[in-house]
């Protein structure tokens, strides 16, 4: 239930086409809470069809323009109360974890190398949301929304921080292994 929820947030923060909620979904809440290009645009059918938004009237009237969403409220409502409401937190499910328990049994091979991808990867990850909040977020920026923004960001950093630390560990734990060979 929570893509509607982060559609209703992003049209809040700005009416929008599906095409630009693609685009500013890539850009940012896609971070944390991914869709497809597809999902937006179905999502975006049943909460019109819900009366939580409605597409705005077109500027001029051209043929393939394309529709600009706000939210109604009704949709303003319905995003107040699901974020008010208590959620239980989601246990964590990282295939590579899983894939780790595997190589207990079955043996480790390929898995080193891909921990060192992923160490990079998430890396890579750590430094662009640094790189945000240096930008997005200099001293002295302390709107309310602004220190909700940063919060959520820096939710980021802190896992993209763990990652890089837990993985430095697991590769180190596999260089201890008996009979590692360094591949």
Sequence with gaps: MSLPHAILTALLEK????LELTR???????YFWSATHQQIYRELGKLEAA?????????QPTRGQKKSYEVLPAGRTELARWTAASQDPKPLRDTMLLR???????GTEGIEADLRRHLELHRLQLAEYEEIQERDF???????????????LRAGIDL????????????????????HDGR
């Design 51 to 59: 009366g939580y938004i409605r597409a705005l009237p077109p500027q």
């Design 15 to 18: 009416p929008s086409s599906g």
């Design 100 to 106: 780790l328990r595997a190589a207990a049994v079955v």
């Design 24 to 30: 500013r979904f890539d850009k940012s809440i896609g």
């Design 160 to 179: 993209e921080t763990f990652w890089t630390q837990w993985l430095t560990h697991a590769l180190t734990e596999f260089e201890e292994l008996p009979g």
């Design 138 to 152: 200099p001293p002295g920026r302390n709107t309310p929304e602004d220190r909700l923004r940063h919060l959520v």
